[in-house]
């Protein structure tokens, strides 16, 4: 799948905290419905088997909203599943390594803080940046901040999409308007209300008002 600068509009990432009763595609699917344009797939729990069908069940949830669906990390489970890319991190694995890997068609995603890692990394074979974090965020507590100016000079910087990542919701991303992203990455805006359809329908609505 070839990756379009609106697949970042609303960039979805998994989290099994919020699961309750249900299954993971089920929500998957919900905040399909509501407008969500990628999803992440970020595992740290499940042994590789149970990762592996996981995947695969979500790749075709996703597929049959013509969404892209990609890994978090684990280049292996991404080959494995078919999924449309991964997204790797500073600490992961080298960019152009896990570009040599997967191949010119997977869609590659690299987590940046500055701008000379957000050149290294579209030098180096990614498809979109991840740069943040931008607000504080309880997903990642040893998480780097970055200042809008930052955000802005990798969004100057580069020529690939960046979305920003880092505790968005509905109520902050206004501050993130005329910084050049593509969009945004969030995980408790969505998956921690009580309807994530709606919950993602209002995220959409508020991210397209801040980039018009």
Known sequence: MKLDKKDMLLYAVT???WLGCESLSFQVEK????????VQHREKMLRADRFLEEARTLKGVCEKFGVPFVINDNVDIAIASGAHGVHIGQE??????????????MILGVS????????RAERDGA???????????DSKSDASYISREVLKDICS????????????????????????ISGAAVISA???????????????????????
Do not use: W
């Open 15 to 17: 989290d099994r905290s």
């Open 31 to 38: 905040i399909l419905e509501g407008g969500v344009t990628l």
């Open 92 to 105: 992961d694995m080298e960019a152009k390594t896990v570009r040599r890997l997967i191949g010119k068609d």
């Open 112 to 119: 940046v803080r500055s701008v000379e890692e957000a050149i």
């Open 127 to 137: 498809d979109y940046l991840g740069a943040g974090a931008v607000f504080h965020t």
């Open 157 to 180: 910087a580069v020529s690939i999409p960046v979305v920003a990542i880092g505790g968005i919701n509905k109520e902050n991303i206004k501050e993130l308007s005329q910084s050049g």
């Open 190 to 212: 969505i998956f921690a209300q009580d309807d994530l359809k709606k919950a993602a329908a209002e995220l959409r609505k508020e991210i397209e008002v801040c980039l018009t």
